[in-house]
């Protein structure tokens, strides 16, 4: 992994941070390359549960670091976004729950890579910002098709569209942030978030999130996928189990 992104595994959660604060954790491609390793490695892992996603420091990230991507050639263009795409697919199609934890910023690509996690904790003053048409570029990471899934076309495009940057509290209104949190705060919500979402059967857990992000074009598709996954769940040994705890508590 890049000496740029970190990774810890305790109690089962794995923790990847990205370390450049010097640069306000902003993206090279050493770190995106990093991340996407990481990611990956513990969306496969079988002992990990959870994974959390954090930046060392005062901030999240400020996204891609621009002084270092004046002009990319066709090649290393290519690189970036193959890079870039490999984490938000490692995040949205993780079988098990992927938690943004946000001090500070989260600009531009950072923006992106939080909004595919399935929760995103927000420091009190924390800033999410899509600045791509300040600099004359298109949203990438997946924020066009992710921050239309959390907010709706109208307020994606309102965001999107403003080159906009939001408060942790203007976040939490409008749906794109989910947990609000003190400052120094958010990584110690958001591992209670994941043990949580981790104690959940996994099976059921995991073809729930694989529902949710389906993009099924018509309600009949939908309900398909849905008696799909719930026969599997139904049959399997961890539904059994959980219902009898249930019906101990009752």
Same mark, same amino acid.
């Given at each position: 992994?890049? %000496?740029?992104? $970190?990774?810890?595994?305790?109690?089962?959660?794995?923790?990847?941070?990205?370390?450049?604060?010097?640069?306000?954790?902003? @993206?090279?491609?050493?770190?995106?390359?990093? /991340?996407?390793?990481? +990611?990956?490695?513990?969306?496969?892992? *079988?002992?990990? *549960? !959870?994974?959390?996603?954090?930046?060392?420091?005062?901030?999240?990230?400020?996204?891609?670091?621009?002084?270092? @991507?004046?002009?990319?050639?066709?090649?290393?263009?290519?690189?970036? /976004?193959?890079?870039?795409?490999? &984490?938000?697919?490692?995040? *949205?199609?993780?079988?098990?729950?992927?938690?943004?934890?946000?001090?500070?910023?989260?600009?531009? %690509?950072?923006?992106? $890579?939080?909004?595919? &996690?399935?929760?995103?904790?927000?420091?009190?003053?924390?800033?999410? !910002?899509?600045?791509?048409?300040?600099?004359? +570029?298109?949203?990438?990471?997946? &924020?066009?098709?992710?921050?239309?899934?959390?907010?709706?076309?109208?307020?994606?495009?309102? +965001? /999107?569209?403003?080159?906009?940057?939001?408060?942790?509290?203007?976040?939490?209104?409008?749906?794109?942030?989910?947990?609000?949190?003190?400052? %120094?705060?958010? $990584?110690?919500?958001? *591992?209670?978030?994941?043990?949580?979402?981790?104690? @959940?059967?996994?099976?059921?857990?995991?073809?729930?999130?694989?529902?949710?992000?389906?993009?099924?074009?018509?309600?009949?598709?939908? =309900?398909? =996928?849905?008696?799909?996954?719930?026969?599997?769940?139904?049959?399997?040994?961890?539904?059994?189990?959980?219902?009898?705890?249930?019906?101990?508590?009752?």
């Amino acid at each position: 992994m890049s %000496g740029k992104v $970190l990774i810890e595994v305790e109690d089962h959660i794995g923790i990847v941070t990205i370390f450049r604060p010097e640069k306000h954790n902003a @993206f090279d491609q050493s770190i995106r390359v990093g /991340l996407a390793d990481a +990611l990956e490695a513990l969306a496969s892992a *079988r002992d990990v *549960r !959870a994974i959390v996603i954090t930046g060392h420091g005062k901030h999240f990230s400020v996204g891609g670091d621009i002084a270092a @991507f004046v002009e990319p050639a066709g090649e290393e263009l290519d690189a970036i /976004l193959d890079a870039a795409h490999r &984490c938000i697919r490692a995040v *949205r199609y993780a079988d098990k729950p992927v938690i943004a934890a946000v001090e500070g910023a989260a600009a531009g %690509g950072a923006a992106g $890579l939080i909004l595919a &996690c399935d929760a995103i904790v927000v420091a009190r003053d924390a800033k999410i !910002a899509f600045p791509f048409l300040k600099i004359g +570029l298109v949203p990438d990471w997946g &924020c066009v098709p992710l921050l239309r899934a959390k907010v709706g076309e109208g307020a994606a495009k309102k +965001l /999107l569209l403003s080159a906009a940057a939001i408060s942790a509290e203007q976040a939490i209104d409008i749906g794109v942030a989910d947990e609000l949190a003190e400052s %120094g705060a958010t $990584l110690s919500k958001a *591992r209670q978030l994941a043990q949580t979402w981790a104690s @959940f059967p996994g099976m059921a857990w995991q073809r729930t999130k694989a529902m949710i992000n389906a993009e099924a074009a018509t309600l009949d598709e939908a =309900l398909v =996928l849905e008696s799909e996954h719930q026969a599997a769940c139904f049959h399997s040994k961890a539904f059994k189990t959980a219902l009898q705890k249930f019906l101990i508590k009752e």
